[in-house]
Every structure is written in C-alpha cells, then in structure tokens.
C-alpha cells in the first residue's frame, strides 16, 4: 500500500514539473512547426498577403452547397512567368507568413527557382473553420479527402487565376499528415 501511494505521489509531481518545465507545451501539436531559418539570407523582402478562397464544405457531395472561406498566404517576391508554384501545407495549426517570407528552404527554391509562394490553412485550424461548431456532425468533413479535395481546388484556382500560371509545375511541401 505505501508503495502504490508512493507511486501515485512521484506521478503526480513528475506531471507537475513537466508542465511548470514547458514539457508539453514543446510536444503540443496544435502549434506551427518552426521552419529552419537560414541566418545569412535575411533581406529586405515585402510581407506575404493574407486571402481567402471559397472552398466546399463537401467536396464529394453535389448536393452539399455549403461553403467556407480558406484562408492562405501569397508571396510574389521572386516570382517570373511560368515559374513553379510552391505550396506550403498546413497541418493542424494556425499559419503564419514567416515560412514562406525568407531564410527557408521553400523560399530558397522559390528564389532560385523564380516561383509563387503559398502557404494554406488546414480545414478546421487557424481561422479556416467550414463550421460554427466542432460537434461530431461537423467532423465528418475533417478528412485526409476532404483536405486533399481542397488543395486539389486550391491548385485549380491558382492555376486559373493567371496567363502567368499557364506553364507553371505545382510543387508541395508539407508538415505533420499534410
């Protein structure tokens, strides 16, 4: 019996002192990643912009007309006709313009490269919700189909949003499941 107290005591301040540490907060996959940044290649570079695109809530149901706002990120810095366009894929956190603004990998590319940059939000995460509600019912559209949908969509708009897209090869990169 003292050793099962014993074993409860240790367990319970090892819980404490992981979190007064920052333990979990290291492990807590709700955060962005942070992107490997190259110090020497910092320059002076205009921010990313902030858009939206309308997705479907079901992208497998003709008969679901229910749409959502998607948001992402855009940086034209190094960008030439016809060049590739890179897009950063979010996982299960809120996106922010860094990792697609310089010191990158993607950036590096991009500048070499002369390609588009975007970086987009996950349904669900981030300020990209499809519903008002997270309840079970809802949840049925966060799937690995329902996302591939959309980014199948976000490639479909950016390629046909622009003559200067018309030769241009799609390149992603992603984090976590994406």
């Not at 003709?62 to 016809?82: G, L, V």
Request: net charge neutral.
């Amino acid at each position: 019996m003292k050793f099962l107290i014993f074993l409860l005591t240790l367990t319970s301040l090892s819980q404490i002192s992981f979190a007064f540490f920052g333990f979990t907060k290291r492990f807590n996959t709700h955060e962005e990643p942070q992107f490997p940044v190259k110090r020497c290649c910092f320059e002076k570079v205009r921010a990313p912009v902030e858009k939206f695109i309308e997705q479907s809530l079901d992208n497998f149901n003709p008969q679901e007309t229910r749409r959502w706002q998607m948001r992402y990120f855009e940086n034209d810095a190094y960008f030439q006709p016809n060049g590739p366009i890179f897009i950063n894929l979010g996982g299960e956190w809120t996106i922010s313009p860094g990792s697609i603004t310089q010191g990158t990998l993607i950036v590096e590319m991009a500048q070499e490269m002369h390609g588009m940059l975007y970086y987009t939000e996950h349904r669900f995460y981030g300020n990209s919700r499809p519903t008002n509600s997270t309840t079970t019912e809802n949840l049925r559209f966060l799937t690995i189909d329902q996302a591939l949908a959309d980014v199948a969509h976000f490639i479909n708009f950016v390629k046909r949003s622009s003559t200067d897209f018309t030769n241009s090869s799609v390149i992603l990169v992603g984090g976590s499941y994406s």
